[in-house]
């Protein structure tokens, strides 16, 4: 739907690579002028603003901060307000995901995990109210199917994305009727970069549960994110992008 978000600006943490990256690459299709807040991945942040600059000149601004840093929120809007002078979308996809079984947890996971996966949200979100307001602008929120279906040896991850689950509904009641608030939990989309991840037993295993037997595509999710912006009367909700799985596991 190109042209559905001209003139809006839109913020996307974690956004230089993975499915941020396919959430600013489809938002800019549609004319949104994005900026891609990034910590560590600073090549993949060049590339892409190199690649959609080139596209549609001086669309696309870089901010990188570590979000679990005291000030870095405020200052996140304050420098998408330096480059466009306005935000209209903020999209929490920032993430930390590794695993937490019981009996080997401890407080820096908990920092870590709850800090990115609901601490920031909430409070980026609070950060950002002022400006969304202006304009009836929305948030989306990254969620995952695991925050209803619990990913065993992951307690503190799954519980950081039920927060986040429940955070986006609540936000929705607290900041409309100005701001609508929804999420997206993928499923199967990409698999994590650890190890423990590359078994194909395992790996087929869990593409089995899903209805379509198929891992989706990055793009599946930046699909949603863009229905959910431009969607004016869908607030509060919840998409479900995994293929059926939430449907199908015994």
């Not at 595509?217 to 930046?222: K, N, Q």
Request: overall charge positive; charged content about 20%.
């Amino acid at each position: 739907m190109s042209g559905a978000l001209a003139g809006k600006v839109v913020l996307v943490t974690g956004g230089a690579r993975r499915v941020g990256a396919a959430i600013c690459r489809r938002l800019h299709a549609a004319d949104a002028n994005v900026v891609v807040h990034y910590h560590r991945s600073a090549a993949d942040a060049q590339a892409l603003l190199r690649d959609l600059n080139s596209r549609r000149a001086n669309s696309v601004a870089l901010v990188c901060a570590d979000l679990l840093v005291q000030g870095a929120l405020s200052r996140l809007v304050k420098d998408a307000l330096a480059a466009f002078g306005r935000l209209d979308v903020l999209v929490n996809n920032a993430s930390t995901f590794y695993p937490t079984p019981v009996g080997g947890i401890n407080e820096q996971a908990w920092n870590d995990l709850v800090g990115t996966n609901l601490k920031v949200p909430l409070f980026l979100a609070q950060a950002a109210a002022p400006e969304l307001r202006k304009g009836q602008g929305s948030i989306v929120n990254i969620i995952d199917i695991h925050a209803e279906l619990p990913l065993k040896n992951h307690l503190v991850y799954n519980a950081a994305k039920g927060g986040l689950l429940a955070l986006t509904r609540s936000l929705a009641r607290e900041l409309g009727p100005q701001v609508r608030v929804n999420g997206v939990s993928p499923g199967t989309i990409l698999w994590p970069d650890d190890p423990a991840w590359q078994n194909d037993v395992e790996r087929q295993r869990i593409v089995n549960q899903t209805v379509l037997k198929r891992t989706g595509e990055p793009d599946d999710i930046a699909r949603a994110v863009e229905f959910l912006i431009t969607a004016p009367y869908v607030t509060g909700q919840i998409i479900a992008v995994d293929g059926g799985r939430s449907i199908s596991i015994a």
